[in-house]
């Protein structure tokens, strides 16, 4: 069976970037993801990636990684779903849906996505109005009411950007502060299309075909009310995507993997970059750097066994 | 190449009208992940040639067809069957997701 220098899980620009020296570095290389891009591709414009001073969007960047990682020979399959990993003597075992790969080491990169608030009406009103990414979806709530829920730098983000296209926006926050940084703040105070909605938090979505109201309940007070919405866009952070790997690896009490600063976790010649990692910035520039410290770590680790 | 339908009477004609089922994929170009989504959609067009007709169309361009099957998010592909919608699908999705739902209705 085939062996790989190096196995990627992971194809936003962690893993990408860590293909792009490891292929550089002649490490035979397999990037393996469901599609590639990333969280990116729901990012409307990036415009602190150093270099691209004009901004770009997501999905460019994203183009610009993958043609860059192939350039220098990293294989990358899309259309799998990892849903093992194992440890094979010396090499990782990579068990996806579609079938094995063996690596000599392993690069995880798998990112992370968005937290669900876990409550009825959620799952079923996907793209019925529930969305977690409003580049996508905020078109189709022109002259529209909406609902916002979250407290940090995302949900203050995409409620200003949704006023673009809704009516009215709402923003559902558990705690009577915001966690977003205060210049975003200001301007979500500013503006007359937000309406604050604090110290509530969403029991159910309720509607028929498409969402039509929230239950909310004040945490203060415990009283209910319903809130009439056509759409809810969920921003309450993100969970890394770890499950495969947790028993190879150590992580924070948010569920983050533990790595030092050559990006080694606990298990030897495995390295976890982007945004499974804990760390305190995550951002496309902070994922690259992670995927290069990666790729060099791997390269000596498949030195010094040699 | 995944045929684009540009207008309403287009998307009557060779969707709702259609003798074979049609996938529809609704996108726009400021989308990400639509743009993503492309060229497996373009590979699906080629893959069911004469069996199953792959179109596209563009939610900017016909926002009263989107309107009409209620699309709040896109990528959205639907599966329409004699003019009816027999399967949908929402977000950025592995080409074998969209072979399933197409095997399934083939397979009827």
């Not at chain 1, 301007?187 to 937000?194: A, D, M, Q, T």
């Not at chain 1, 190879?248 to 990692?277: H, N, Q």
């Not at chain 1, 902070?286 to 066994?305: I, Q, R, Y």
């Not at chain 2, 900017?60 to 069957?81: K, N, S």
Request: aromatic content about 8%.
């Amino acid at each position: 069976m085939e062996v790989w220098d190096v196995i990627i899980v992971g194809a936003g620009p962690g893993g990408l970037a860590a293909g792009i020296y490891a292929g550089r570095s002649e490490l035979k290389t397999l990037i393996l993801d469901r599609m590639p891009g990333g969280q990116l591709l729901i990012t409307e414009e990036i415009e602190n990636y150093p270099g691209f001073y004009e901004s770009v969007s997501g999905f460019e960047l994203s183009e610009k990684f993958r043609k860059h990682a192939e350039k220098f020979g990293a294989k990358i399959e899309v259309g799998h779903t990892v849903n093992e990993v194992s440890l094979d003597g010396e090499l990782f075992l990579v068990k996806t849906d579609q079938g094995e790969f063996r690596g000599k080491t392993l690069i995880w990169a798998a990112g992370s996505n968005p937290r669900k608030l876990g409550v009825p009406g959620e799952v079923e009103f996907l793209g019925r109005g529930v969305s977690y990414c409003a580049v996508c979806d905020g078109a189709f709530f022109k002259d529209r009411v909406v609902a916002v829920v979250g407290g940090g730098d995302s949900a203050l983000e995409e409620s200003l950007y949704l006023t673009k296209f809704a009516k009215k926006v709402y923003l559902i926050h558990r705690r009577d502060k915001f966690r977003a940084v205060k210049v975003i703040q200001s301007r979500v105070k500013r503006n007359e299309k937000i309406e604050l909605l604090l110290n509530k938090v969403v029991l159910s979505i309720n509607g028929r075909d498409f969402v039509d109201s929230l239950t909310l309940k004040d945490v203060k007070t415990g009283e209910e009310m319903e809130l009439p919405v056509d759409g809810v866009f969920i921003f309450i952070g993100n969970e890394p995507n770890v499950s495969p790997i947790l028993h190879l690896v150590d992580t924070d009490p948010a569920g983050f993997i533990i790595t030092d600063e050559e990006m080694r976790t606990k298990t030897p010649g495995l390295f976890a970059v982007g945004d499974v990692r804990s760390k305190p910035l995550r951002q496309v520039v902070t994922a690259a750097s992670d995927g290069a410290v990666a790729a060099m770590s791997a390269t000596k680790f498949l030195e010094e066994k040699e | 190449m995944a045929q684009e339908i540009r207008t309403v009477e287009e998307f009557e004609r060779e969707v709702l009208q259609s003798e074979i089922p049609v996938l529809v994929d609704f996108w726009a170009p400021w989308c990400g992940p639509c743009r993503m989504l492309a060229p497996t959609i373009d590979e699906l067009a080629q893959e069911y040639e004469g069996r199953v007709k792959v179109v596209k169309v563009n939610t900017d361009e016909l926002p009263m067809v989107a309107m009409q099957y209620g699309i709040r998010g896109i990528p959205t592909v639907m599966l329409f069957v004699n003019g009816d919608v027999a399967d949908v699908k929402v977000g950025l999705q592995p080409k074998a997701v969209f072979e399933s739902m197409i095997e399934r209705v083939l397979g009827e």
